[in-house]
């Protein structure tokens, strides 16, 4: 069974940071890509970062570029991690990770199957 579950979210004030975690089971990034989502009140679910496969390298939309990092540990088994740095109140939203077979560039979130429940960031002074 593939699961996912998100921690790290909170309250920061605007160009404050955070660090979010992915933890996941039931596969490997070897043969999946993990992708990061947040959706804020009354507006759809949008894609902002993705990384998959042994090497992969991580993949940003342009509203997250040089803000947002992705890590992971030394293994395909290791936790994903979204350290999100110089964060505007416009980046409050619940943050999602999910998880897709197969290693693609893609944050449409339709092509992922797997979900986690997210965690709420609100930026706010």
């Known amino acids: 069974q593939k699961q996912l579950v998100e921690s790290g979210g909170g309250s920061v004030q605007p160009g404050g940071s955070l660090t979010l975690s992915c933890e996941f089971s039931?596969?490997?990034?070897?043969?999946?890509?993990i992708g990061w989502f947040r959706q804020a009140p009354g507006k759809e679910r949008e894609g902002i970062s993705c990384?998959?496969?042994?090497?992969?390298?991580?993949?940003f939309v342009e509203s997250v570029k040089g803000r947002f990092t992705l890590s992971r540990g030394n293994t395909t088994k290791n936790p994903v991690y979204l350290r999100m740095n110089l964060l505007k109140p416009e980046d409050t939203a619940v943050y999602y990770c999910?998880?897709?077979?197969?290693?693609?560039?893609?944050?449409?979130?339709?092509?992922?199957?797997?979900w986690g429940q997210g965690t709420q960031v609100t930026v706010s002074s």
């Open positions: 990384i998959g496969g042994r090497y992969g390298s991580p993949y």
């Open positions: 039931g596969f490997t990034l070897d043969d999946h890509t």
């Open positions: 999910a998880a897709t077979p197969g290693v693609i560039t893609s944050v449409v979130p339709l092509m992922y199957d797997y």
